[in-house]
């Protein structure tokens, strides 16, 4: 920690200082293998994280002398296995909601190719998603309207979405 650092933080920076999501961030808070913000604040001393975090590695700490327990060890590294597990299915490209809309529609209907049948889509989008590779350019149809195909990429790259998105801990 530097000097010039603020010593209390909210709990994205909390979060991230631990290198964990906000949400386990917060639940773990809730299962006491964090502190709980100052009272009366929304803020996390630095310091007193610093103490859990000691705590749950098994580290003794200069501030409350305490190692942890061989159940919040195995709890702690059984965590870590469950977020490096998710963390593969973490979509490659950020896609924003309206190219995955598209890019699912295009999906569930092949035989739409062309920017004015699939809704609420332009050439832009699709030439946005094609230089990230979830589509790639085809000839013209009859029309002279330029074609758009999924491209395997584009499939998995959906499959990751819904894994991610729908992600349960069991």
């Known amino acids: 920690m530097d000097d010039h650092s603020p010593r209390l933080i909210g709990r994205q920076e909390a979060a991230a200082y631990c290198g964990i999501s906000p949400t386990c961030f917060s639940m773990w808070v809730a299962s006491h293998?964090?502190?709980?913000?100052?009272?009366?604040?929304?803020?996390?001393?630095?310091?007193?994280?610093d103490a859990k975090l000691d705590e749950i590695s098994g580290l003794e700490s200069p501030h409350t002398r305490v190692t942890a327990t061989a159940h919040e060890r195995n709890t702690f590294a059984w965590w870590k296995a469950r977020?490096?597990?998710?963390?593969?299915?973490?979509?490659?490209?950020?896609?924003?909601?309206?190219?995955?809309?598209?890019?699912?529609?295009?999906?569930?209907?092949?035989?739409?190719?062309?920017?004015?049948?699939?809704?609420?889509?332009?050439?832009?989008?699709?030439?946005?998603?094609?230089?990230v590779g979830v589509v790639r350019p085809g000839g013209k149809d009859h029309r002279g309207f330029r074609e758009w195909h999924v491209t395997d990429g584009g499939r998995a790259e959906i499959d990751r979405i819904d894994t991610w998105t729908n992600w349960k801990f069991e």
């Not at 293998?33 to 994280?49: E, F, L, S, V």
């Not at 977020?83 to 890019?103: C, G, I, S, W, Y």
């Not at 190719?113 to 699709?126: F, Q, S």
Request: net charge positive; glycine share 4%; charged share 35%.
């Open 83 to 131: 977020e490096a597990e998710r963390d593969k299915h973490r979509p490659h490209h950020n896609l924003t909601a309206p190219e995955q809309r598209a890019l699912r529609f295009m999906i569930d209907h092949p035989e739409y190719l062309t920017a004015d049948l699939i809704p609420r889509v332009g050439d832009k989008t699709l030439e946005g998603m094609a230089k």
């Open 33 to 49: 293998k964090m502190p709980p913000p100052i009272p009366g604040t929304r803020k996390w001393d630095k310091r007193a994280i």
